[in-house]
């Protein structure tokens, strides 16, 4: 049914179960869009819910009978930008978490402790990307990947050893703290949510969402798609095929 769009598409190489092994799909994620189509008639689609796990063709197999149809979902979805934002299985999900979040979060206790300035010398004096950092009491040491001011902390990876908070940590630049806490990277703080639920950056009696609660929640809401209405799909193809044309 929709071979006949796939020869002009090219292909791109997508790792679909994050384990470096990568598959070639349709590179259909230019995000063509068909909203002006499927607006003229709310009826035009309606919604589904992900089995955990399901590959996109899998889905489409099962709503269409037509495995190749899966690209349709990445065109009604704004949230689906290429197939690595599909709702991942628990086992890809914490694959995923482990390799995004892999260093070391050590907080201190004040900004001016990641990052401060001197006004009487005009001169600045931070951690700087990519520096060794080391805890000569612990023999821990790590590399920065991430400086956060914000949150008073810095992010380390290629660690070794085991940080903790009972000494100072020093880095070639001279900078130095006493982290206030040590965490794996996946239990830092992402953001903060009030009494309402609303995203915050205040600390102060709010909510603690950490990186890995907010990847399951962002990977939870990815499972609840729209989705072409069968009796729709050869208007909404015919009017690809005029896009693509253009």
Same mark, same amino acid.
């Given at each position: ?12 190489? &997508? +790792? ?13 994620? *230019?995000?063509?869009? $068909?909203?002006? @189509? ?6 035009? &689609?309606?919604?589904? *819910? ?15 009978? !037509?495995?190749? %149809? ?5 065109? $009604? ?18 694959? &995923?978490?482990? =390799? ?40 821990? @040491? ?10 008073? *902390?810095?992010? %380390? ?9 009972? /000494? $100072?940590?020093?880095? !070639? /630049? ?5 982290? /206030? ?11 903060? #949510?009030?009494? +309402?639920?609303? %995203?915050?950056?205040?600390?102060? /009696?709010? #909510? $603690?969402?950490?990186?890995?609660? &907010?990847? =399951? ?20 193809? !015919? ?5 693509? =044309?253009?």
């Amino acid at each position: 049914m929709a071979q006949g769009f796939f020869k002009h598409i090219p292909n791109i190489n &997508y +790792d679909f179960m994050s384990d470096g092994k990568f598959y070639q799909a349709k590179d259909l994620f *230019r995000k063509v869009s $068909v909203w002006s @189509y499927l607006q003229e008639g709310i009826s035009g &689609y309606n919604y589904y *819910r992900i089995t955990s796990g399901d590959r996109p063709d899998v889905t489409a197999a099962t709503l269409y009978g !037509d495995s190749t %149809l899966y690209w349709t979902f990445f065109l $009604v979805n704004e949230n689906l930008q290429d197939m690595n934002d599909w709702p991942k299985s628990q086992t890809l999900l914490h694959r &995923y978490i482990a =390799r995004k979040y892999s260093g070391t979060v050590l907080k201190a206790s004040s900004s001016t402790d990641i990052v401060s300035f001197n006004h009487d010398t005009n001169v600045s004096s931070k951690f700087l990307m990519g520096e060794k950092v080391t805890q000569t009491t612990t023999d821990a @040491y790590g590399f920065v990947t991430k400086v956060d001011p914000t949150h008073n *902390r810095i992010i %380390l990876n290629s660690v070794v050893g085991t940080f903790d908070t009972s /000494s $100072v940590v020093g880095s !070639d /630049s001279e900078k130095t703290f006493t982290p /206030s806490s040590v965490v794996a990277e996946k239990d830092a703080v992402h953001h903060y #949510t009030d009494s +309402d639920g609303l %995203l915050t950056t205040v600390s102060t /009696s709010n #909510t $603690v969402v950490t990186n890995e609660e &907010y990847e =399951r929640d962002l990977n939870d809401e990815k499972h609840l798609i729209r989705y072409i209405e069968p009796k729709y799909m050869g208007d909404v193809l !015919d009017e690809f095929k005029e896009i693509i =044309r253009d």
